[in-house]
């Protein structure tokens, strides 16, 4: 099956820095999501982008299928960004299933 | 509109025992698929449901089986249950099936614990 690798897997960031989520994906893909994962565990829409870049505030993400990898973009990182982001594809060859990422844990410091 | 709904939020069981969850998706969403999340195992694809058939199955024993209801809702029941079935089981509800516009929104989980 479609492989999900997800970098960096910890990041610790001063609160006002910029950061890049890496995730790479071994097979053609017809969709890709990011989410983030609060504390309580609820997993929380960021992106729906199969392909091209979307912003949304201080996040932002660009998903490049034709060499398969998605970046996401935190900029201007405050506490509340901290929890576990997520990457999740529905590989072509297998749709209705999606394939998540080990996630990246993201921490914030005041 | 209202988002997904998982019930009950939590639980504890006794390993052997059965359990079943529900979930109540987005209106007018007809795809619900299931996942568990595991320390150790991550999340990982339990099974997919559109307009009352499974479409999709992951790796799982046939001691994790679900259904769909004619409104969409679903329920997953486990069986014989194992230490190793204490997970966070989320819930997904898409407009579709797979392909192009399948974006799934998640449920805040139920917690299940096996003692």
């Known amino acids: 099956g479609i492989q999900v690798e997800q970098s960096p897997p910890d990041l610790i960031l001063q609160e006002g820095a910029n950061s890049t989520l890496r995730c790479n994906f071994s097979?053609?893909?017809?969709?890709l999501q990011w989410f983030h994962q609060n504390p309580w565990g609820q997993l929380i829409n960021l992106f729906y982008i199969p392909s091209g870049t979307k912003q949304n505030g201080r996040l932002s993400a660009t998903t490049v299928a034709t060499e398969r990898y998605s970046l996401l973009y935190i900029s201007s990182s405050q506490t509340t960004d901290s929890g576990v982001y997520f990457c999740a594809v529905e590989a072509y060859t297998n749709a209705g299933k999606s394939t998540f990422g080990d996630g990246t844990t993201l921490t914030v410091k005041p | 509109k209202a988002g997904v709904t998982q019930t009950p939020r939590y639980l504890i069981k006794t390993r052997g025992q059965q359990v079943t969850l529900s979930c109540s998706p987005i209106s007018g969403h007809r795809s619900v698929s299931w996942y568990q999340q595991t320390p150790g195992q991550g999340l990982q694809f339990l099974f997919e449901?559109?307009?009352?058939?499974?479409?999709n199955k992951g790796n799982f024993p046939g001691r994790f089986s679900g259904r769909q209801f004619s409104n969409s809702r679903s329920e997953m029941n486990v069986s014989t249950l194992e230490l190793g079935d204490s997970a966070l089981y989320l819930c997904?509800?898409?407009?579709?099936?797979?392909?192009?516009?399948?974006?799934?929104?998640f449920g805040p989980g139920t917690r299940l614990t096996v003692t």
């Open positions: 997904a509800s898409s407009l579709t099936t797979g392909g192009l516009g399948y974006e799934q929104y």
């Open positions: 449901y559109f307009s009352e058939t499974q479409r």
């Open positions: 097979d053609s893909v017809n969709n």
